[in-house]
């Protein structure tokens, strides 16, 4: 299984891009990377997955470079309501399946 | 939508005193998921179950037991509980077992005195 490092928090003002990477060295070949966002006394919700190079949606980016040991979520022009818990994960969901959550990111977003 | 609804929300249980915690999705995802949540140590897999009738131990199954009689419900049970299994337990579903979102409830808070 691979395990994820994120930093414990991130500061950041209104309307910043903010960028949080997630390093995770033993990433197995048929493993996805997923974010989640958790805000307090809710269960988390999916924000982004990728496998390789760059995805985006409606809310986030997702970079990952060619060796895939590490990941960013990109969060353009954050606001308050994007304060948060922001969790990596790495799998590939398959038999037997088993995930990491890791402790996360708590971001805290500042007017 | 309703998406998945556990029950309770919160409970306060006597420690030895037995409990369920219920999970009912109404999307049909053949995996089910359930994780505690403790303070410092994001959320940790239980048990799972990848479709109705089966069932596998996650990271922390020890205390637990679960069971899958149909797509829908994946109960959680403390057969006898202890102080240390005081946490916030989530359900989540996902589609099937490969990548992909998963669905998580809003939780169920529950201490053993």
């Known amino acids: 299984l691979a395990k994820t490092t994120q930093p414990i928090s991130m500061d950041s003002y209104e309307g910043q891009e903010v960028n949080i990477t997630c390093s995770h060295n033993?990433?197995?070949?048929?493993?996805?990377i997923t974010w989640y966002q958790q805000f307090p006394s809710q269960g988390p919700r999916f924000i982004i997955q990728?496998?390789?190079?760059?995805v985006t949606n409606e809310v986030a980016s997702l970079f990952i470079p060619a060796d895939r040991k590490s990941s960013t979520l990109s969060l353009p022009r954050v606001s308050l309501s994007d304060t948060a818990v922001y969790y990596c994960?790495?799998?590939?969901w398959g038999g037997g399946f088993k995930t990491i959550f890791g402790a996360g990111t708590r971001l805290f977003v500042k007017a | 939508t309703a998406g998945i609804t556990q029950a309770p929300t919160s409970q306060i249980l006597a420690a030895g005193r037995s409990m369920t915690l219920r999970c009912t999705q109404d999307?049909?995802?053949?995996?089910m998921y359930w994780y505690r949540q403790d303070l410092g140590l994001g959320l940790r897999l239980i048990h799972y179950?990848?479709?109705?009738?089966?069932?596998g131990k996650g990271e922390v199954p020890d205390g637990y037991s679960v069971s899958r009689a149909n797509t829908d419900d994946f109960p959680l049970t403390l057969a006898s509980a202890v102080p240390s299994q005081t946490s916030v337990y989530f359900c989540?579903?996902?589609?099937?077992?490969?990548?992909?979102?998963?669905?998580f409830g809003e939780g169920s808070r529950l201490t053993v005195l």
């Open positions: 994960l790495v799998g590939d």
């Open positions: 033993n990433i197995a070949t048929n493993d996805y």
């Open positions: 990728g496998y390789k190079t760059k």
């Open positions: 999307m049909r995802h053949n995996a």
């Open positions: 179950s990848n479709t109705a009738g089966t069932t």
């Open positions: 989540a579903s996902s589609r099937d077992r490969g990548p992909g979102e998963l669905f």
